[in-house]
């Protein structure tokens, strides 16, 4: 057992003991296969990187990693947050953990029902004040809800570019309760009824959300919408932004100013970042 003491905020009717054994085992048990690493290939979106992972954590140079564990409350998807480097341990000295602050993040997002998942607490693993580990938990993610790549697919097949309307009101719609999602792609967003005239979207990976929307976090988050969520041809590209802007009260001439920010916002990324 991992020296040091816990603390944090678990929910009532949570398996505390079986948290916080967690909390001081994790990184042993995934290296030995124990509990197995939760990657985005399993929502069917990015490719397999698990051994990659493991190794980085056996290196210690792993940082973020998610996890299933059984408890007698049921299961729940631990996110573990280690701290790797002097920057994290600063931070988990003077500030949140990344783990506290997805937490409190996650019960915003519940009340204005934008969250995918419940969050069941947090809890740090700490010697002295200087943070070892936190771990945010979390109820599993409902397998029948599609993600929002899922459903736009599927609408474009079905009906053709008429479903970016469809997708650019539902981004307009997380927008008008001001909520930013700062990692914004097609598997982190869910559709809990995708049909019908407009769907609504719920969301995963909280760590990295805003509650006040800026007009730079708008245009961010529509670079991000066509970069990957959007299907790559212009006239697609033009047709989203069109919807969103008019779904979100955007003049016509400002909608065509909106367009040029973002097609410039989209290349530089694509030049400097050409990796997801």
Request: some cysteine; glycine content about 8%; hydrophobic content about 40%.
């Amino acid at each position: 057992m991992s020296r040091g003491f816990v603390r944090g905020s678990i929910g009532i009717g949570e398996d505390l003991d079986g948290l916080v054994r967690a909390l001081e085992t994790v990184r042993d048990r995934v290296l030995s296969q124990e509990l197995p690493l939760l990657t985005h290939a399993d929502l069917g979106s990015a490719k397999d990187d698990r051994d990659g992972k493991r190794e980085a954590l056996r290196r210690g140079r792993l940082k973020r990693f998610v996890v299933r564990v059984h408890t007698e409350a049921g299961p729940r998807i631990i996110k573990v947050a280690e701290t790797v480097g002097f920057g994290n341990t600063v931070h988990g000295l003077l500030g949140r953990s990344i783990a506290q602050r997805e937490h409190l993040n996650q019960m915003r997002a519940e009340r204005l029902e934008l969250a995918a998942t419940k969050t069941a607490g947090y809890l740090e693993l700490r010697t002295g004040p200087l943070l070892k580990r936190a771990i945010q938990v979390q109820t599993e993610l409902d397998p029948t809800l599609p993600t929002w790549t899922d459903v736009l697919e599927t609408d474009l097949q079905m009906g053709g570019d008429e479903a970016l309307d469809r997708a650019a009101r539902a981004l307009a719609a997380t927008h008008a309760l001001g909520f930013f999602h700062g990692d914004l792609k097609g598997f982190h967003a869910f559709v809990p009824e995708p049909k019908g005239e407009t769907y609504g979207l719920v969301w995963l990976d909280l760590g990295r959300v805003a509650f006040r929307l800026t007009p730079r976090k708008r245009i961010i988050n529509l670079y991000q919408a066509l970069r990957f969520v959007v299907p790559r041809r212009p006239e697609a590209e033009e047709r989203f932004v069109h919807a969103y802007c008019q779904a979100s009260g955007i003049r016509a001439q400002a909608a065509e100013r909106t367009l040029r920010r973002v097609r410039r916002f989209l290349a530089y990324k694509l030049r400097t970042h050409p990796n997801p």
